[in-house]
C-alpha cells in the first residue's frame, strides 16, 4: 500500500447527524469515568502501600507492574482488536479491572494487603488496559462523524479529570481510607463498561479470524512502517517522550516543590490541566490543511515546561508557563489522534494504533528510570534547560521532515 492510497480515509461509514449522537454520549460517559478513576489510581495506591508499610519501593514496584503489564501487552491487544472488535476487547478489560480493583478495596479494607498480591494484581490490570487501550483509538470514527471535534472533547475532559482524580483521590484517602477509593475506582469499570456493551456499532472490518496471530502482528508492523509520516513521527517521539516529557515531569516537580512548596505544585498541575481544557477547544475550532506541520508548532509550547521550575518562577509565571505548555500538548494530541484514526484503515488501526502507543510508553518509561541519575550527573536546572533545548529541536524534526509537514487532513463532516 502506498502512502498516497493511504490519504484515502477510512471510516467511510462514519455515523450521521451531530457529535451528541446516543452513541457518542455512551462512549463520553464510558471514557470520563475511566479517566477520572485512572487519574485517582497513582494516589491511592501510593497511600495505601504506604500506610501498609511497604515504603516507597513497594509503591514504585506497585506502580511499576501496571505499567510492565500494559507495554509488554500492547501489540498483542492491538491484534485482539481487530481480531475480535475493539468493543469486546474493551468491555473484557474492564470487566476484568472492575474485579482486580475490587479486590484491592477488600484487602484494604480488611487490613489483610500484601505486597505480592497487589504487584501481580496491577500487572493484571495492566495487561487488561492493553486490551482496552487500542479500542480508544478505533472507536472514535464509529461514533462521531467529526472526528477532530470528538478527540477535542475527549481530550478537554482528560484533562479535567487529571486535575480532579489526584484531588479528589486525596480528599476520599484521607477521609475514608484507600479501600473507599479503589471502591469507587471499580465502579467507575463498571460503568464504563456498560456504557461500551450499550454501543449500537455497524460492521467494523475485522480480520479473518482464520489468519495467523503472528502473520497479522507483522501486518500490523508492514502497515505502520509503510507510511513514513507515521514512524517519523514515533521515532522522532522516542526521542522526545524520553529526554523532554519523561525526563522534565518528575525533575520539574522536584524543582517546584523544593522552591515553592506542593501546593504551588498542586497550582501548576491545575493550570497544566486548564490548559488542556483551553487546548482542546482550540482543535475543535481549528482545522488546518496540514495538521501536523501546525502541530508541530504547537508541540514546541511544551518545552516551556521544563524551563520554566528552571529560572526560579513565582506562582504566576509557573501557572502561565504550564498553562501554555497544556494548551500546546492538548492541540498536538487532538490533531495527532485525528490524523492516525482518518488515515490508518479501519481494519487495521488497532494494531497500527498499538505500535504507536507502545513506543510512547517504553520512552516515557525510559525517562522517567533515568531522570534520577541525570540530574545527579547534570544539575536539575541544567538538565531542564536541555530538555526544553530538545524539544524545540524536536519540533523543527517534525517540520523538516518532508512526509510529516506535507501531510494533508481528511475532510471530515462538521
Not at 470487566?95 to 494484581?121: E, H, K, P, Y
Not at 514515533?234 to 526521542?239: A, E, S, V
Not at 490541566?273 to 488546518?288: D, E, M, Y
Not at 518545552?303 to 502561565?320: G, N
Request: charged residues 10%; aromatic residues 8%.
Amino acid at each position: 500500500m502506498t502512502e498516497t492510497e493511504t490519504r484515502t480515509p477510512v471510516a467511510a461509514d462514519r455515523p450521521a447527524g451531530g457529535l451528541w449522537t446516543a452513541n457518542f454520549r455512551y462512549y463520553f460517559v464510558a471514557r470520563t469515568g475511566s479517566l477520572l478513576g485512572d487519574a485517582m489510581l497513582p494516589v491511592a495506591l501510593s497511600v495505601g502501600v504506604l500506610q501498609a508499610g511497604y515504603g516507597v519501593s513497594g509503591v514504585g514496584y506497585a506502580l511499576g507492574a501496571w505499567m510492565a503489564g500494559l507495554a509488554l501487552c500492547m501489540l498483542f491487544g492491538g491484534v485482539l482488536a481487530d481480531r475480535f472488535t475493539p468493543r469486546r476487547m474493551m468491555v473484557l478489560a474492564d470487566v476484568v479491572r472492575l474485579g482486580i480493583q475490587a479486590g484491592i478495596a477488600v484487602m484494604f479494607f480488611t487490613d489483610r494487603s500484601s505486597l505480592w498480591a497487589i504487584v501481580a494484581l496491577q500487572f493484571v490490570s495492566g495487561v487488561a488496559t492493553a486490551l482496552f487501550q487500542p479500542g480508544v483509538a478505533s472507536i472514535v470514527p464509529q461514533v462521531a462523524r467529526d472526528v477532530q471535534r470528538a478527540n477535542g472533547v475527549l481530550r478537554m475532559v482528560e484533562s479535567v479529570a487529571g486535575v480532579l482524580g489526584p484531588a479528589l483521590a486525596g480528599v476520599l484517602v484521607s477521609l475514608a481510607g484507600p479501600g473507599t477509593v479503589f471502591a469507587i475506582y471499580a465502579l467507575t469499570y463498571g460503568i464504563s463498561g456498560l456504557c461500551l456493551w450499550a454501543l449500537r456499532l455497524g460492521p467494523t472490518g475485522t480480520q479473518d479470524r482464520g489468519e495467523s496471530f503472528r502473520r497479522q502482528l507483522r501486518q500490523g508492523w508492514h502497515e505502520f512502517r509503510s507510511r513514513s509520516w507515521l514512524w517519523g513521527v514515533i521515532c522522532i517521539y522516542l526521542l522526545y517522550g524520553c529526554f523532554v516529557a519523561g525526563v522534565s515531569l518528575p525533575v520539574g516537580a522536584n524543582l517546584v516543590t523544593a522552591s515553592l512548596g506542593s501546593a504551588a505544585l498542586g497550582i501548576g498541575m491545575a493550570a497544566l490541566g486548564a490548559g488542556g481544557v483551553i487546548g482542546g477547544a482550540v482543535a475543535i475550532r481549528l482545522r488546518p490543511a496540514r495538521p501536523l506541520a501546525v502541530g508541530a508548532l504547537a508541540w514546541a509550547l511544551f518545552a516551556l515546561y521544563p524551563i520554566v521550575p528552571a529560572l526560579r518562577p513565582d506562582v504566576v509565571v509557573l501557572s502561565l508557563g504550564w498553562g501554555l505548555a497544556g494548551i500546546g500538548l492538548a492541540f498536538w494530541a487532538v490533531v495527532w489522534a485525528t490524523t492516525v484514526q482518518t488515515q490508518i484503515p479501519a481494519e487495521l488501526l488497532n494494531r497500527v494504533y498499538a505500535y504507536d502507543v507502545t513506543g510512547s510508553l517504553l520512552s516515557m518509561a525510559l525517562g522517567r528510570s533515568i531522570a534520577g541519575p541525570l540530574a545527579a550527573a547534570t544539575g536539575e536546572r541544567p538538565l531542564m534547560v536541555a530538555a526544553t533545548v530538545i524539544g524545540l529541536a524536536c519540533s523543527v524534526l517534525l517540520l523538516a521532515v518532508a512526509p510529516i509537514r506535507r501531510l494533508r487532513a481528511v475532510k471530515q463532516d462538521g
